[in-house]
């Protein structure tokens, strides 16, 4: 299966709010406490900041300069607005938006990827506004990432050419494989329902 590194920090967050849980509240474990919480803040900062897209983060991505080298320099990332793929501008709802899988110096990966999307409003890495987004796009996207089948693991899937490229040709990440996600259409209802019905 194919994990992107925004759903690895997911996962990574839940492991450290469950290691604070499991921390005895003593004097001998203050200092780790500590530690675990200014790892969950950054963390946090760090991905509902630079991971999030929505068309408002579009617009500012277009209007980036590029190779700005200074600490308050906007584009952190020298990203060039010319790598936001055609696909993505016609996709993304008005209403919604969603966690972007990788984000490296001068590269975004802008696909849909479902399991560090969905775990991050399950472990509230995704703030409450960035989760009724996400919950938002799911469904204004329906037909996209559900249809009648489980919801897809990635939107779009690679295929040809750029999955040789991005994969390595690796069979373990063929189309069919990384197409549809773990979890059943079942859950999918049941997050929807809880999105409906909670206050926001």
């Not at 203050?30 to 530690?35: E, G, H, K, M, Q």
């Not at 938002?136 to 040809?160: F, N, Q, S, T």
Request: hydrophobic share 45%; glycine share 4%.
């Amino acid at each position: 299966m194919h994990m992107t590194f925004h759903a690895l920090q997911a996962l990574y967050y839940s492991a450290l709010l469950g290691a604070r849980e499991m921390l005895a509240p003593e004097e001998a474990s203050t200092d780790l406490v500590r530690a675990l919480n200014n790892r969950l803040l950054a963390l946090s900062f760090h991905i509902r900041e630079y991971y999030w897209i929505d068309v408002k983060k579009l617009n500012e991505i277009y209007r980036y300069k590029t190779e700005e080298y200074s600490y308050d320099a906007i584009n952190k990332f020298n990203i060039y607005p010319d790598q936001i793929p055609p696909w993505l501008v016609e996709w993304m709802p008005s209403e919604g938006g969603y966690l972007i899988g990788n984000l490296q110096p001068a590269h975004m990966d802008f696909r849909f990827f479902s399991l560090g999307n969905v775990w991050s409003i399950v472990s509230s890495l995704a703030n409450i506004d960035q989760s009724h987004a996400i919950l938002d796009l799911i469904e204004a996207k329906w037909e996209d990432l559900v249809a009648d089948m489980p919801l897809k693991i990635c939107y779009p899937a690679l295929e040809g050419q750029e999955w040789r490229i991005i994969t390595g040709g690796d069979p373990k990440n063929t189309y069919c494989l990384h197409l549809f996600f773990l979890f059943s259409s079942c859950n999918v209802y049941i997050v929807f329902y809880l999105h409906r019905n909670l206050p926001r």
